[in-house]
């Protein structure tokens, strides 16, 4: 049911390939978070960045989207309410579909080694400063 959902809401594989190209996206991402702030401020730093977005509010949403596309990241408020797991164990599931995926989990508090340990490749803890994302994602070292 989800996945048909989805699917109805969502352009075709091909039309959104074809959107992503004409406004020069190389990248997805998938960002899992009711926050309307972080919302805003992920779209404001990542679309900048040239990629292309798409937003879930859900862990069933999450792994639902995740299974009918691949993504270059995925980031997860880990604050947001779920849909009966936690954000660690989303982060668990999103890595058995996916290893090549760069998965990135936020919270307010610190708790960057269990998302790790889970499969995160890493972890921010909120409030952060955009340039801090945008260095994960190029490999880049963070300064301290």
């Keep these: ?9 969502n352009q075709s594989y091909v039309e959104l390939m074809q959107q992503m190209a004409s406004v020069g996206c190389s990248q997805k991402a998938l960002i899992i978070t009711c926050d309307g702030d972080l ?6 730093a990542l679309e900048s960045y040239g990629m292309y977005l798409q937003f879930c509010q859900g862990d069933a949403e999450a792994l639902a989207f995740s299974m009918i596309d691949s993504y270059d990241c995925v980031i ?3 604050d947001t ?3 009966g797991m936690d954000g660690i164990e989303l982060v668990r599931r999103l890595r058995e579909q ?6 990135i989990g936020l919270s307010k508090e610190d708790r960057g080694a269990a998302y790790l340990q889970a499969g995160a490749n890493d972890f921010l803890q909120k409030p952060f400063v ?10 880049g ?4």
């Design 76 to 78: 997860i408020d880990c």
């Design 81 to 83: 309410d779920g849909d």
């Design 130 to 139: 955009p340039y801090r994302l945008a260095m994960m994602l190029d490999g």
């Design 39 to 44: 919302r805003g401020m992920l779209t404001y």
């Design 98 to 103: 996916s290893v090549f995926t760069i998965l």
């Design 1 to 9: 049911m989800i996945l048909e959902d989805l699917m109805l809401k």
């Design 141 to 144: 070292d963070i300064p301290a």
